[in-house]
């Protein structure tokens, strides 16, 4: 399994290692002497398998909240740019009164285009950079150049 890299502090560890010749108890954190060595034994098997499923949960948590966060500064710089690109029709359109609908629209194509041409490299780069993890320094990169607010 492939184990995802996290930032310091993104998400707390905390380590416990049962003392020698005895097992955590599942009542409560403390260590027991291992009366009962089936019950020790059955539970330190497990541990591994135990680890294994809290890691792919904590992967698959991570990963949506990586995508959650990246889906949100995508959806924000497209209303960014968005409303300039909607003043600037309108302003040409005011100026060029005599257009029919058909060249609106062939026009109003045309500025869409070029904003989603604009947003590809933007939109490629953090595809890129999510598969190695969430890519914080990417996103607040594109938060600052086109400020995006939270």
Avoid: Y
């Avoid at 600037?88 to 285009?113: M, V, W």
């Amino acid at each position: 399994m492939k184990r995802r890299q996290f930032s310091a502090g993104a998400i707390p560890t905390r380590q416990r290692v049962a003392p020698a010749g005895g097992c955590w108890s599942k009542e409560s954190n403390q260590s027991v002497e291992a009366t009962d060595e089936s019950d020790c034994h059955s539970r330190t098997t497990k541990m591994p398998l135990t680890e294994e499923i809290i890691l792919e949960e904590t992967d698959l948590f991570a990963s949506a909240a990586a995508h959650r966060a990246t889906t949100l500064v995508i959806n924000r710089l497209r209303r960014r740019l968005h409303a300039p690109k909607q003043a600037e029709l309108e302003r040409l359109f005011h100026k060029l009164p005599q257009l029919d609908n058909s060249s609106r629209t062939e026009i109003e194509q045309f500025a869409d285009r070029l904003v989603n041409k604009m947003l590809h490299p933007l939109l490629e780069s953090l595809s890129n950079a999510s598969k190695n993890g969430t890519p914080t320094g990417l996103l607040e990169s594109l938060r600052r150049l086109f400020m995006i607010e939270d």
